[in-house]
């Protein structure tokens, strides 16, 4: 698909630079609970998705559903809070229209947050894990054509190693990990959590149609996800949304010392 000849586009593009000329090389997409992490961004402006033509409404807990450019620690920036997802009933088509926003705004690097489960019997609720892979299990491929391949490694090997060295800068116990994207919206059952351990690291419902659509526009993709619940089949704690809301905004300020030891280690 030609992103720049999506119709919604240019209404789109043309509403946010009502506010400002900016053109972020960044874009960063916060997942649920990591709101916090736009109050560190000094914003040229603000625009609730509900003002941009062509976007869908957020719905999801802990998604406030705005789009900031501005200035993170003197790195010019895209910040979308909150994101649209399959179980919401969207389309994969609606699911990756901000980050054809982003694209268009000027964005070369696409930052991407979730709050994923932890498969890894290693991770501890709280811990920031970088996305090296996915399993993409949603049944979806936007952007990419039926007969299509994949374009590759998805996940940039530099933004990673820079983002587990940053990680050990912040005093944060670098780790790497598989992403698998479940639909949901339901989290899933002892079984499925036994059969998900032996294909990755992390669970979550996001993301993976995020990623796709970065890379077959062109753009370099780092991916972070903060664990909010302990998927141990043998020993499974009560999980729901709010719970995971809450323990992600506690890596809040994690995130955003990893983010900032990224882009400041851009060359
Ligand atoms: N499963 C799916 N998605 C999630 C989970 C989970 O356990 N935790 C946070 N997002």
């Not at 526009?217 to 996800?225: F, I, K, N, T, Y």
């Not at 020993?235 to 990224?262: F, Q, Y």
């Amino acid at each position: 698909m030609d992103d720049l000849h999506q119709p919604w586009l240019e209404d789109a593009i043309q509403r946010v630079r009502t506010g400002t000329q900016l053109v972020p090389r960044v874009g960063i997409i916060l997942g649920s609970g990591l709101g916090g992490f736009a109050a560190q961004v000094i914003a040229d402006t603000t625009v609730p998705y509900s003002a941009i033509p062509g976007l869908p409404v957020s719905t999801a807990i802990g998604h406030k559903g705005q789009l900031t450019l501005g200035r993170f620690f003197g790195h010019e920036v895209a910040v979308l809070e909150g994101r649209f997802h399959l179980y919401e009933g969207y389309s994969a088509d609606q699911v990756v229209r901000p980050v054809h926003l982003l694209k268009a705004l000027g964005v070369e690097v696409l930052l991407a947050t979730n709050a994923a489960g932890g498969l890894n019997p290693d991770y501890r609720v709280g811990d920031v894990v970088v996305v090296e892979d996915h399993v993409n299990m949603m049944w979806t491929k936007p952007g990419v054509g039926a007969g299509e391949n994949s374009p590759g490694e998805f996940y940039d090997r530099e933004l990673v190693e820079r983002a587990l060295a940053a990680s050990r800068a912040a005093g944060v116990i670098p780790q790497s990990g598989v992403y698998v994207g479940m639909t949901g919206p339901n989290y899933e059952t002892r079984a499925e959590y036994r059969w998900l351990r032996q294909i990755g690291d992390l669970v979550g419902m996001s993301t993976v149609p995020e990623v796709i659509t970065a890379r077959s526009l062109g753009m370099q993709v780092l991916a972070l996800s903060v664990v909010s619940n302990a998927c141990n089949p043998d020993s499974l704690e009560p999980t729901d949304g709010a719970h995971v809301v809450a323990a992600v905004a506690k890596a809040e300020g994690r995130i955003r010392e990893i983010v900032r030891g990224v882009l400041d280690r851009e060359a």
